[in-house]
């Protein structure tokens, strides 16, 4: 089988991928006993084979949850303790930096280990300035926006003085991101706030304009509307946004969610659980309506219980990524959490509260199959195989060509690239993490269930 490649179609910008600091770093961020196999603190260990590329994977981007402060109030209702966040904000205009400290340690210690692009985001505004007063809405508040109008301004100054803060001690501060999933309604079990998609316009336009007074933030810039399902008014958020040349000159592109919830429908439509048809239907209409607007994929996990270490969610999470950097055209992607504390698939790395320890899985290696070779400013090219059970994405990046190739298939595939040179091989399977090899022809045994990375 031949893989083939077309060096004159040339498609988006590689601009990182990366993941969420939300529920577990303010926790793992004061880990700091020993991990006996690098003699480093547990936290800077793990911070280290997340965003180093030498001792780990190499990510680029980290997330930072700006938290609503439901800690300090006892409110609200919470399936897991570590969903309740703290605030800075001690009194109104006065501040507490020592709040949150384990995850502002997470953050700090991901940067200096290589994340150049930090991502500030808001699951709810503040608990002063919501309706009910929690950071979520009631049990039978259906589709209630909790947050008047009249407290956009403190909102956006809140959310500012924050990002003003950690750009004055030196973090790469890159994009705020007001609102998180606005489609859902938020009941419990985490914060979170809806809004309509009119709504989400008029804060970006609140954030824009004093986004506008403030200088020292002049190279932050705005990302949403992080819609929480491809299907349900992805359009009409983005089209809100979009429409508002204000909260146009502060973005750089679109950010959408990749989930696609599966629906429980009495009668077989599958239609409606077409992942991949909606992909493309988005993609075709910000063609259409929105040419040259790069589209960014901010959040995916499973979504699926229990806790898989192999390569199953491993194959599952390489495949999303190859359809939403080829199909979807998506220029980052990011994870929704880098480290799970719960029997979940969603973590890189898992960890085990009681015991304060950690466990790898080969969806962190998989990652890496992609983070370790690739380089901002990538660009993606055409590529294709003739078998539908290997997925190709293909780069060049300075000078080098990068394939990261998937093969879903029990069987083991060879394959043919047009290299003209001897080809970096790393391999990642149900034997191997990131295992690398030499080979002198551009012939590739791909093993079965594995993603590959080629380099020449």
């Not at 529920?23 to 965003?51: C, F, M, N």
């Not at 402060?69 to 001690?90: D, I, N, P, Y």
């Not at 992805?234 to 909260?247: A, D, F, M």
């Not at 590739?444 to 590959?452: A, K």
Request: glycine share 8%; hydrophobic share 35%; charged share 25%.
């Amino acid at each position: 089988m031949t893989i083939k490649l077309d060096r004159n179609k040339k498609h988006q910008s590689f601009e990182g991928i990366g993941a969420s600091g939300a529920w577990w770093a303010q926790l793992v961020g004061k880990w700091e006993h020993i991990d006996t196999t690098s003699s480093l603190p547990v936290r800077d260990r793990i911070a280290q084979l997340l965003y180093s590329k030498e001792q780990g994977i190499g990510m680029h981007i980290y997330r930072y949850n700006i938290g609503g402060g439901s800690v300090h109030s006892g409110k609200g209702e919470f399936s897991q303790l570590l969903r309740a966040t703290e605030c800075f904000e001690a009194s109104p205009g006065e501040y507490d930096w020592n709040r949150d400290d384990g995850a502002v340690y997470m953050m700090k210690k991901c940067v200096e280990y290589g994340a150049d692009e930090v991502v500030l985001f808001v699951n709810s505004p503040i608990e002063r300035l919501t309706k009910n007063g929690m950071t979520h809405n009631g049990k039978h508040q259906l589709f209630h926006e909790n947050i008047d109008k009249k407290y956009y301004k403190e909102f956006a100054e809140y959310c500012l003085d924050v990002a003003e803060h950690f750009v004055e001690e030196g973090l790469p501060i890159k994009y705020l991101s007001p609102v998180n999933e606005p489609i859902w309604v938020w009941n419990g079990g985490q914060e979170g706030c809806f809004y309509r998609p009119r709504s989400v316009r008029r804060v970006f336009e609140v954030f824009a304009e004093s986004l506008e007074e403030r200088p020292k933030l002049k190279g932050l810039r705005l990302s949403g509307a992080e819609s929480g399902d491809l299907r349900w008014f992805n359009k009409s958020y983005t089209r809100q946004l979009l429409k508002s040349e204000c909260v146009r000159k502060h973005l750089d592109g679109v950010d959408v969610h990749s989930y696609c919830l599966p629906v429980p429908i009495p009668v077989n439509i599958p239609f409606l659980n077409d992942r991949l048809a909606f992909v493309r239907r988005f993609r075709r209409w910000m063609d259409r309506k929105y040419p040259g607007v790069p589209v960014k994929m901010s959040e995916w996990t499973h979504m699926q219980g229990g806790r898989d270490y192999g390569m199953d969610s491993a194959i599952v999470t390489a495949s999303v990524m190859y359809e939403d950097f080829t199909i979807l055209g998506a220029s980052s992607w990011q994870h929704w959490i880098a480290v799970s504390e719960v029997d979940y698939c969603d973590g890189l790395i898992y960890i085990n509260i009681p015991e304060k320890t950690f466990e790898i899985t080969k969806r962190f290696y998989v990652t890496g199959n992609y983070t370790r070779y690739l380089n901002r400013g990538a660009v993606r090219i055409e590529a294709c195989s003739e078998d539908e059970d290997v997925l190709v994405t293909a780069f060049e990046d300075k000078g080098k060509t990068v394939l990261v190739v998937v093969n879903k298939s029990t069987l083991e595939k060879k394959v043919t690239v047009p290299a003209d040179k001897c080809v970096l091989v790393a391999v990642t399977d149900n034997d191997n993490n990131l295992s690398e090899r030499t080979v002198e022809s551009g012939e590739v045994l791909l093993t079965p269930r594995s993603v590959t990375t080629l380099v020449w």
